[in-house]
């Protein structure tokens, strides 16, 4: 028998193997008498429960785009969370100073009116009202009442957006079917509350008989759950949806979309006199070459002469930035594209997806006499993409411009092609990105036309700041639109918001279109703590950014859900540019009256491009 048989057996005296084993046999008890101290906290204090219900109030006022119930229940379960939350604390504080100052050496006299029992994720006491089976039948008559009534409540707002985005509104069982995502993802996060509070105060109570203060245990306990999040998301989940994303684009780019076949033009990449084989070009890259009108068909819309457009696009292919750029200028050399009008530069999005009907405009304006240029520059989709390598989109773009430039600099001035740019969403994020600041732009290109510019985008916000005093953040006006325009609607590329005319549009030309309806242009962090221009301003109440009102971390909710479903609603709103409003913004950009009649070209387009249904809102 050892000799240290007789030493007392406190947890301060063991030595670590008795530690560890009396840690281990004492955990299941220590789980059962929390999950029973947690069941038996059925009661919530007020504040919490103002908190909850408000939260989950404000989560059905009105945002940019309709919802389906799925997305409201999220939003309303993630705002209802934070609000509970909320007046935890606040409870919690007006509890600690009600507590008595304890005496030093005299025991606080007991009391059954009220008692006091800590709070179990801040340690904070926190009075617990008595049960009372009258007062639990009240209180779950309201919360069910609550639940259902307030997206009832709601659905005048929900059918008010959809009618302005022309989508079918929601009918009236939206409300209970949202009504029941939220409960159940508010069961789900419920859960996971209480498995982490379990796993602080079993580390707490350990940790407590080594360490001399308890919030030190806390403090340090939480950083040991921050730290291994951290990890965990970084090593594990990002580099497992990174690997997983490339997974299904390398799967995806072997194949050939449905309707679209190898070309047997020259002047297209991918085709059998192209250096860039068919296969090699991506799925995206098949559709892009692949597409577009042809000198037959420009010719019949326009009723004049044309020429065969030149799309030169270059994948991956196991390259870097650098040889997908030498690629391309093979391919300009290999078709004459130096000799074209125009030479236009799309930055894609994600896996390298081109906006069919901004390419297609272009070159149906400049009856084929252009070349378009697009290239992949990652393998994951735009939302990926732009958690794991923002300035991936850039570095493309700046190796590609370059080059370009510098094969444009080696030519005679009056025998250079005018050079354009080109993107939307990432790709828009990616053009700008090359240039320093406003001038450095205006100087070093011809024209450009972006799309739905994302709100992170420096320059968009530069340009946005410094608008001409009386002009809106939704439209700004910049310089009197001398070189930079943005509009939602054709019209505003002639005169700002209230009709005025803006002064003439002096070369070089750039456009930005942005719908008020996009999430994706007005997206951004500062919506958790700061009210946006766009919200601060007097828009028309038939408008749904019109009818919204700014709450902290609420509408940063509201528009994070609404960036899922942006897509799911006609051409002309959410995230979806329409032919009526991309085409009067390339001729405004070549240099032409945007309020000409372009109907011809518009009416092409849409039976050129096909266009995926609609998902609807409504159920």
Not at 303 to 318: F, I, T
């Amino acid at each position: 028998m050892p000799k240290h048989h007789g030493r007392a057996r406190g947890a301060g005296n063991q030595n670590p193997r008795r530690l560890l084993t009396t840690l281990g046999t004492s955990t299941l008890g220590t789980w059962t008498r929390q999950a029973r101290r947690h069941a038996q906290r059925l009661n919530i204090p007020l504040p919490a429960a103002l908190g909850g219900i408000a939260g989950y109030a404000l989560a059905h006022t009105t945002s940019l785009l309709p919802r389906t119930p799925l997305f409201q229940g999220v939003v309303a379960a993630v705002n209802a969370s934070v609000g509970y939350e909320l007046g935890m604390m606040a409870a919690d504080v007006a509890a600690l100073r009600r507590a008595p100052k304890a005496t030093p050496g005299v025991n606080p006299a007991p009391t059954t009116a009220s008692p006091i029992v800590p709070n179990p994720l801040t340690g904070v006491p926190t009075p617990r009202p008595g049960n009372g089976s009258l007062r639990s039948g009240l209180a779950a008559a309201a919360l069910g009442a609550t639940l259902i009534g307030v997206p009832l409540a709601a659905l005048r707002s929900q059918r008010r957006t959809a009618e302005f985005c022309q989508v079918p509104g929601p009918r009236v069982r939206w409300a209970p079917a949202s009504a029941a995502a939220s409960v159940a993802i508010l069961g789900f996060f419920t859960l996971c509350w209480r498995i982490t509070e379990m796993l602080l105060d079993w580390l707490s109570h350990h940790l407590g008989q080594r360490l001399a203060w308890r919030l030190a245990a806390r403090a340090l306990a939480t950083l040991v759950v921050l730290a291994g999040t951290a990890v965990l998301f970084d090593q594990v989940i990002l580099r497992g949806i990174r690997l997983a994303g490339r997974t299904v684009a390398d799967r995806l780019d072997h194949s050939t979309p449905a309707g679209f076949t190898q070309p047997d033009r020259a002047v297209r990449s991918g085709s059998p006199s192209s250096g860039e084989t068919w296969d090699s070009l991506g799925l995206q890259g098949k559709r892009f070459v692949s597409g577009g009108p042809d000198a037959a068909r420009i010719a019949r819309v326009l009723g004049s002469p044309a020429q065969d457009p030149v799309r030169v696009y270059a994948a991956l292919d196991g390259r870097g930035l650098a040889g997908i750029a030498r690629a391309v200028l093979d391919e300009m050399d290999r078709t004459n594209a130096w000799q074209r009008q125009v030479i236009s530069i799309v930055t894609t999005t994600g896996r390298g997806n081109a906006n069919e009907w901004s390419a297609s405009a272009l070159e149906y304006l400049l009856a084929g006499d252009c070349c378009t240029i697009a290239t992949q520059y990652s393998g994951l989709p735009s939302a990926i993409t732009l958690f794991t390598s923002r300035e991936q989109p850039v570095a493309a773009t700046r190796v590609l411009f370059e080059a370009v430039q510098g094969r444009l600099a080696a030519m005679p001035a009056n025998e250079r092609p005018q050079l354009f740019l080109a993107g939307e969403s990432l790709g828009a994020y990616g053009s700008n990105g090359i240039f320093t600041d406003v001038d450095d732009m205006v100087a070093h290109i011809d024209g450009a036309l972006w799309l739905g510019t994302p709100n992170f985008t420096p320059m968009h916000r530069e340009l946005t700041r410094s608008r001409d005093a009386g002009s809106s953040a939704v439209a700004p006006v910049v310089d009197r639109g001398r070189h930079i325009r943005f509009a939602g609607r054709s019209a505003q590329l002639s005169a700002d918001e209230a009709g005025r005319p803006l002064d003439a549009w002096q070369s070089p030309r750039i456009a930005y279109l942005q719908n008020e309806t996009d999430p994706v242009v007005w997206w951004g962090t500062r919506l958790l703590y700061r009210r946006p221009e766009w919200l601060a301003e007097h828009r028309p109440a038939t408008t749904p950014m019109g009818r919204m009102h700014w709450f902290p971390f609420v509408t940063f909710w509201q528009v994070c859900a609404d960036m899922p479903v942006c897509r799911n609603v006609p051409e002309g709103f959410g995230h979806k540019y329409h032919a009526s409003q991309i085409t009067p913004a390339w001729a405004g950009v070549l240099g032409r009256d945007p309020r000409a009649d372009y109907s011809a070209i518009e009416q092409a387009l849409i039976e050129d491009v096909t266009i995926p249904p609609i998902k609807v809102f409504g159920i």
